[in-house]
């Protein structure tokens, strides 16, 4: 299967290089075209255009920023769309918007994929990154040997826009823990806690997280980077708060969120990396939260395997 691969950015070019060495015939398309020369030293091809790509392979990827750059991208697209044409979405997206460009891909004869990843750029570097795909049976099926190659483990989430949906849900599950640990972080250092032992305890406790022994290292070393910046993180929680109010759940914490991440921005910048909205904290308290022995940013230590797909609980 020939492959395309659309937006080579922080987690993007990560992905297409475990297509490439995994031995996928790939070619990729990016505005900055380093990122492209890059890949094209890797042995990818490199496309002129969307339109290009969509008529030389099998299936694009688009990896993109926000739901208006898929669109823009998508339409240039569409005329080169036929049966046999697979157009898979990894970008994290607003479930409508998902369905809404999925139709018009399965309208024009192909078939389309909404499977973005989760799990961290240091997953997503080694491929053993998390994938969802939301898609038929039959769809899934075709995609599943090549997305084995980019993830470890895959979910086939239900039909197309279900995979988007649990994207921003975990998206946001992991902001909150974010917050949640700085505010435990800063809390710990006010009350006179070695912060070492206090990563120690929320590691080993019920109160531990995902986030905790990814982003908590980071925030204690100092670096606070993840390669993920506060914009992305206000697009993702605003994702999730629009489907709570489509489907009329009137939230609490999603609101509060999306306020401390707006003023986040306001003061920080909205580029500034995620991690860092724990300065909110730190210049209200005067506390630097830093500690000895922890890495500027996460590496993931788990040997690339071959993925394999996972079957929900009650359904195996």
Known sequence: MKVGFIGLGNVGHKLSGSLLRNGIDLTVLDLDRDLVDAMVAKGAKAAANPA????????????????????????????????????????????????????????????????????????????????????????FDRILPFLKTMG?????????????????????????????????????????????TAYEAIKISSGNSFSHVTESQVIL?????????????????????????????????SPLICKIFDDGIARFGERELSPNIIKRLEESTGLDILAPGFPPEMTDDEPEEAGYEVVPQGKR
């Not at 240039?76 to 049966?83: D, F, I, S, T």
């Not at 949906?165 to 806690?193: D, P, S």
């Not at 910046?229 to 708060?241: A, S």
């Open 52 to 139: 290009e790509l969509m008529r030389d392979c099998d299936a694009v990827i688009t990896c993109l920023p926000s739901p208006a750059a898929s669109d823009a991208v998508l339409q240039q697209m569409l005329p080169e769309v036929k049966e046999g044409k697979i157009w898979m979405e990894m970008s994290t997206t607003d479930q409508a918007e998902a369905e809404r460009l999925g139709a018009l891909v399965i309208a024009a004869g192909g078939a389309a994929v909404d499977c973005p990843v989760s799990g961290g750029c240091h997953r997503a570097d080694t491929g053993n990154i998390s994938i969802f795909a939301g898609c038929d049976r039959p769809t």
């Open 152 to 196: 470890r483990r895959i979910l086939h989430t239900g039909p197309l826009g279900s995979a988007s949906m649990l994207k921003v849900l975990t998206n946001y599950l992991a902001t909150v823990h974010l917050v949640a640990n700085a505010e435990a972080l800063v809390t710990a250092k006010a009350a006179g806690m070695d912060l070492n």
């Open 221 to 253: 070393n100092g670096s606070r980077d993840i390669s993920f910046t506060m914009d992305l993180v206000k697009k993702d929680v605003g994702l999730f708060q629009e489907i709570a109010e489509r489907n009329n759940v009137p939230l609490e914490i």
